[in-house]
């Protein structure tokens, strides 16, 4: 089992930063995948960012690519995304997730945090 909780959203002015952090329980989460996702008003969930539980495998989003950086701590059990040059587009609820084995599929996600919402002011 692994519990997930994010933080760090917030209301940023375009153009602006954020960094997130998913802080993770469980033993095993260096054996996990870790994914970002996010979803805006009325729309559906998409694929943000992955690393997979080694570090050697980062895939982007085409719309946030050169703009955000996952990373991630096995030491202390956290994830990051760094959010730069932020959009107004950017705007949503921003999930974290874990699985074993990459994956851009929200659907083959087994463990979600309850999100955190992010507001880009144009």
């Known amino acids: 089992q692994v519990q997930l909780v994010e933080s760090g959203g917030g209301l940023v002015q375009a153009g602006g930063s954020l960094r997130l952090s998913c802080a993770a329980s469980?033993?095993?989460?260096?054996?996990?995948?870790m994914a970002w996702f996010r979803q805006a008003p009325g729309k559906e969930r998409e694929f943000v960012a992955v690393?997979?539980?080694?570090?050697?495998?980062?895939y982007y989003a085409d719309s946030v690519k050169g703009r955000f950086t996952i990373s991630r701590d096995n030491a202390k059990n956290t994830v990051y995304l760094q959010m730069n040059s932020l959009k107004p587009e950017d705007t949503a609820v921003y999930y974290c997730?874990?699985?074993?084995?990459?994956?851009?599929?929200?659907?083959?996600?087994?463990?979600w945090g309850q999100g955190t919402r992010v507001t880009v002011s144009s």
């Open positions: 690393v997979s539980w080694s570090d050697l495998n980062i």
């Open positions: 997730a874990a699985r074993l084995g990459v994956s851009y599929s929200s659907y083959d996600y087994e463990y």
């Open positions: 469980g033993r095993t989460f260096s054996r996990y995948a």
